[in-house]
Nanobody, 119 residues
Framework: HVQLVESGGGSALSGGSLRLSCIAS?????MTWFRQAPGNEREGVAN???????YYVDSVKGRFTISQDNAKDTLYLQMNDLKPDDTAMYYC?????????????????WGQGTQVTVS
């Protein structure tokens, strides 16, 4: 049984910063942060592959940075210059094989989510 556990969510003012963390119990080929706000589709926010390649949705480019530690079992999302539109539940997802990074169907494991609220 593989577990992904997110932390670091909370409330921030517009222009502020938060850092999310996700601890995975097993190795993942790639990992992605998704988010979903009420009434919105769940969207891929940022992705990192085990070769270091990263991808971001256009709305967060230049503001968010995805990274992982040397062991590649802890994932981070540094969120700067937060905006109210960033308000959502953020989920950590892991895939054992990879694929099109923003398609939910490739992900084998999901965390429970951490709420981010920006006002």
């Amino acid at each position: 049984h593989v577990q992904l556990v997110e932390s670091g969510g909370g409330s921030a003012l517009s222009g502020g910063s938060l850092r999310l963390s996700c601890i995975a119990s097993e190795y993942m080929y790639c990992m992605t942060w998704f988010r979903q706000a009420p009434g919105n589709e769940r969207e891929g926010v940022a992705n990192i592959h085990n070769d270091g390649r990263t991808y971001y949705v256009d709305s967060v480019k230049g503001r968010f940075t995805i990274s992982q530690d040397n062991a590649k079992d802890t994932l981070y999302l540094q969120m700067n210059d937060l905006k109210p539109d960033d308000t959502a539940m953020y989920y950590c997802a892991g895939s054992l094989k990879g694929g099109v990074w923003h398609r939910m169907g490739i992900y084998n494991y999901w965390g429970q989510g951490t709420q981010v609220t920006v006002s």
